[in-house]
Every structure is written in structure tokens, then in C-alpha cells.
């Protein structure tokens, strides 16, 4: 039985609205973190110019794998095997980067070796879209957010919500430029960088 998100199915629309005016030029793009597969064979389908190639953990890739063959879908690739804290990414170049619901669930040295990676296989103009809850200036933008950080610390204290502040100091030093911070449903936001 295919693994099933509730939240993946209802954002997946809006993230599409935003998805297919940034990702507009581009061919290949890196979804980092694909998780249940649902996004993959959802913005596959939608974006058919783009070649979607889906990555994550080993443990995630059957059920990242049913979602592709069940979709049938000519434009998608992998699951590849995928830790961001690996030195050598199975991809070398793609023209754009997806990741959602990512960095609050990994430690920050994750997230900093994240952000490299992205601007080592970014191709130049090459775009960034991420997607969740951020902070602005440590504050939580909800209370909600404020309680969903406490049960992420709960289960790892080195996950938590981040702030903007902290991602643009690791996407500046990675080469990419602050295109837009984007309002989503339910306390989440997109930010977009380009590669410059």
C-alpha cells in the first residue's frame, strides 16, 4: 500500500501555483526529500516540460517508487539515494531545487551542508524553492508553529523550525540570491533563491 500524507495532499496545489511560475524555464529539477512521493508524481504530472527527479533515504524509496509507477509518467526520475550530509550527490547539475517540510526536521549542520550542496549542482540562474514554517528574527509567526516546534524538539532536540535570517546567511555563502518569501496556507511560506 502506497505511503499517504494528508499534508502533502492538501498543499500540493498551492505549492503548484508558486512551482510553475518559478520553475517556467527550467528542465530538470531536484526534489530533495521527496518522503511519500506524492509531490513527485503530483508536480510531474502538472509540469510535464520538467524532468522531476525525486531523492531521499533509502527508507523512503518503495513507497517514493510506488507513487512513480503508479503515476506512469515519462518525466520523472529515480528515487536516488540522497543524504544531504553525503560529500558527492548522486546529481551534478540540474536547473532547479524543490524541498519541503526539510529543514526543521534535520540538525542545522544538515541544513548547512544542505545549502551547499544545492549551490554545487545548481546550474547558473538556476532556481531554489522551499517550502514550510519559518521564523523571522527567532519569533514564531503563529502559535501553532510555536507548538509544533516544541514537538519537534521533543522528538529530536536538533530539529526546530529556522530562521530566514540564518538560511539566507547559508544561501548567500552558496552563492544563491533572496528572490521571494511567498505566504502559503497554514503558517508555511516558500522561499525562492536563484543561482547566481
Avoid at 550530509?85 to 544542505?114: C, R, Y
Avoid at 519569533?139 to 524538539?153: P, V
Amino acid at each position: 500500500m502506497k505511503p499517504f500524507a494528508e499534508s502533502s495532499e492538501q498543499n500540493k496545489s498551492p505549492i503548484y501555483k508558486v512551482l510553475k511560475e518559478f520553475f517556467r524555464d527550467s528542465e530538470t529539477v531536484l526534489e530533495i526529500g521527496s518522503g511519500t512521493g506524492q509531490h513527485a508524481a503530483f508536480f510531474a504530472e502538472q509540469l510535464p516540460h520538467l524532468t522531476w527527479t525525486a531523492s531521499d533515504q533509502a527508507q523512503y524509496h518503495a513507497g517514493i517508487s510506488m507513487w512513480l509507477q503508479d503515476a506512469g509518467l515519462s518525466n520523472t526520475q529515480g528515487p536516488l539515494l540522497l543524504d544531504v550530509n553525503q560529500v558527492e550527490w548522486p546529481l551534478q547539475h540540474t536547473d532547479a531545487v524543490f524541498s519541503a517540510n526539510t529543514v526543521h526536521i534535520m540538525g542545522w549542520s544538515s541544513v548547512e551542508k544542505m545549502f551547499a550542496g544545492i549551490g554545487r549542482i545548481l546550474n547558473h540562474n538556476g532556481v531554489f524553492c522551499l517550502y514550510g514554517p519559518f521564523n523571522y528574527n527567532g519569533e514564531f509567526s503563529s502559535q501553532s508553529n510555536a507548538r509544533f516546534d516544541d514537538w519537534l524538539k521533543q522528538r529530536d532536540p536538533v530539529s526546530g523550525i529556522r530562521d530566514i535570517e540564518a538560511l539566507q546567511q547559508l544561501a548567500t555563502v552558496a552563492g544563491l540570491q533572496f528572490i521571494e518569501d511567498i505566504e502559503m496556507p497554514a503558517n508555511n511560506r516558500i522561499l525562492v533563491w536563484r543561482k547566481i
